[in-house]
């Protein structure tokens, strides 16, 4: 059995600086019909015409950041997959999915690009670092794919994620490329490609409890070193608010947590991890996983705020 989607059109909303986007999700039978759409009742909209198809559900994405679940049936990894190969529009909004023990999986998307600069600026000062080391690792975008396994009560979860920002050692690349290359066209094992380094920037999508929260799948999963910046200067409420045409960002408007850097760090002896905070800084040196490795954040604070002044307001 199986369950496959595609992208409609895309649905500008009233003001919105994000657009909406419509996915028809083809069902092999009525009841995986009716599944999805209870289990996504919250972006489900009208058949229209395609209602002679019970088997085929429409849902409509409205924010900047959704998680819709899906029947996975027999396969879900190999579902999942296929899916984005045929997809490949929706397959670069994907940030993650989760596979677990049930018959289904969860995709989490993002409508639009969010910070997409900052991303760049980040990944750019990690990649300059990466090319002057006697033994260069590698360095991964927004769309490089990290296959995790965690933990959660009596359940194995395996999932799959992408960073703003991934670093992977050079020895930790060749076992990777080891096992590539003896296991000829296999699919990376959960657990094996695992980060030493990375890098979250928070969407003004994302509620800090949201990200505490990915964080803490990272650092579970065994990497090394992660950090969560936050270079949101307006609330999701007041975005909201923006979004319906009102001008609402003032200089006292702007969050507390704007320029925040949260950094975590693995006790490799006991799997435990700590947090240390530092508030707007101007530079931030990696604790463990990229020695000598100093990020300069002055650049990136500057930039968030012009672009809340010229995009927000």
């Not at 677990?100 to 900052?118: K, L, P």
């Not at 009596?154 to 994620?161: A, D, T």
Request: aromatic share 10%.
């Amino acid at each position: 059995m199986r369950a496959a989607l595609s992208q409609r059109h895309a649905c500008p909303a009233r003001q919105a600086l994000f657009e909406s986007f419509d996915i028809n999700v083809t069902c092999d039978s009525e009841e995986a019909a009716n599944y999805t759409k209870t289990e996504n009742k919250m972006f489900l909209i009208a058949d229209g015409d395609a209602a002679q198809d019970p088997k085929t559900v429409h849902l409509r994405c409205p924010s900047p950041e959704c998680m819709v679940r899906l029947c996975a049936y027999d396969h879900g990894v190999e579902h999942f997959e296929t899916f984005e190969n045929n997809n490949p529009f929706l397959a670069k909004k994907i940030k993650a999915a989760t596979f677990g023990s049930r018959q289904c999986y969860d995709v989490q998307m993002q409508v639009g690009a969010e910070g997409s600069f900052i991303a760049s600026e980040m990944l750019r000062q990690v990649a300059n670092y990466n090319i002057q080391l006697p033994a260069p690792g590698e360095v991964g975008g927004e769309d490089a794919r990290s296959y995790l396994r965690t933990s959660t009560g009596n359940e194995i979860l395996e999932g799959m994620r992408k960073a703003d920002v991934t670093y992977y050692t050079a020895e930790q690349w060749e076992n990777v490329s080891l096992f590539l290359a003896e296991v000829g066209g296999a699919r990376l094992p959960f657990g094996l490609a695992v980060p030493a380094f990375l890098i979250e920037s928070r969407s003004i999508s994302q509620s800090r409890a949201v990200m505490n929260r990915t964080m803490e799948v990272w650092m579970e999963a065994g990497v090394k070193e992660a950090w969560l910046v936050d270079p949101i200067v307006i609330s999701y409420d007041q975005f909201r608010r923006r979004r319906n045409g009102e001008t609402v960002l003032t200089c006292d408007d702007v969050p507390p947590t704007f320029g925040q850097v949260d950094v975590y760090v693995r006790n490799d002896e006991t799997g435990k991890y700590t947090m240390t905070t530092f508030k707007k800084p101007e530079t931030v040196r990696s604790v463990t996983a990229l020695p000598g490795f100093k990020m300069n954040f002055t650049r990136i604070w500057d930039k968030a705020s012009k672009y809340s002044a010229s995009t927000l307001v």
